[in-house]
């Protein structure tokens, strides 16, 4: 496909408010994982979901993320620091703050990965039953990157020399 071979810009500060994120604690056979999942945000007026390619596109490159199921680790893609977990995405002076439910903090320090997904559609509000259907959909269609990213208590460089 033209979209996995063309290079995204990782997307500036401004385009945070314009994804969504999800995130949960999945158990699985080999024990709970933190779970994060990016879609775009409600289009703004007179806007569709395609305008959001290019900056989705550039989180998920961003990330080393893959198109599933192609998927694949980037080391060092999630910063977690004092409670607050963020995406380090390749911007030279911005991250994605993560909003998380308790208790999902402490399993991603402790396992020290973290699935991330990022959504090219739409994602239609409802719980984790929703989620799981939309990734299944999207995994179908092509629409969905994923892959782990390993975990850093650490402040990016980045965050260092922001004025």
Same mark, same amino acid.
């Given at each position: 496909?033209?979209?996995?071979?063309?290079?995204?810009?990782?997307?500036?500060?401004?385009?945070?408010?314009?994804?969504?994120?999800?995130?949960?604690?999945?158990?699985?056979?080999?024990?709970?994982?933190?779970?994060?999942?990016?879609?775009?945000?409600?289009?703004?007026?007179?806007?569709?979901?395609?305008?959001?390619?290019?900056?989705?596109?550039?989180?998920?490159?961003?990330?080393?993320?893959?198109?599933?199921?192609?998927?694949?680790?980037?080391?060092?893609?999630?910063?977690?620091?004092? /409670?607050?977990?963020?995406?380090?995405?390749?911007?030279?002076?911005?991250?994605?703050?993560?909003?998380?439910?308790?208790?999902?903090?402490?399993?991603?320090? !402790?396992?020290?990965?973290?699935?991330?997904?990022?959504?090219?559609?739409?994602?239609?509000?409802?719980?984790?039953?929703?989620?799981?259907?939309?990734?299944?959909?999207?995994?179908?269609? /092509?629409?969905?990157?994923?892959?782990?990213?390993?975990?850093?208590? !650490?402040?990016?460089? !980045?965050?260092? !020399?922001?004025?």
């Amino acid at each position: 496909m033209s979209r996995t071979r063309a290079r995204y810009a990782p997307p500036g500060p401004e385009f945070a408010s314009r994804v969504a994120t999800a995130a949960w604690v999945e158990q699985t056979v080999l024990g709970p994982i933190g779970q994060v999942l990016i879609t775009p945000a409600q289009p703004r007026l007179a806007e569709s979901v395609e305008a959001y390619r290019p900056g989705l596109l550039g989180i998920a490159q961003g990330l080393g993320l893959a198109p599933v199921p192609e998927a694949r680790r980037r080391v060092c893609g999630m910063v977690l620091l004092r /409670g607050v977990a963020s995406l380090d995405y390749g911007h030279p002076t911005s991250t994605l703050n993560v909003t998380h439910p308790q208790g999902w903090y402490e399993v991603a320090s !402790s396992r020290g990965i973290v699935h991330v997904s990022v959504g090219l559609a739409m994602r239609p509000l409802g719980g984790l039953d929703a989620v799981q259907a939309y990734l299944s959909r999207e995994a179908r269609s /092509g629409e969905l990157w994923s892959g782990v990213t390993l975990c850093r208590e !650490s402040v990016p460089a !980045s965050w260092l !020399s922001a004025t």
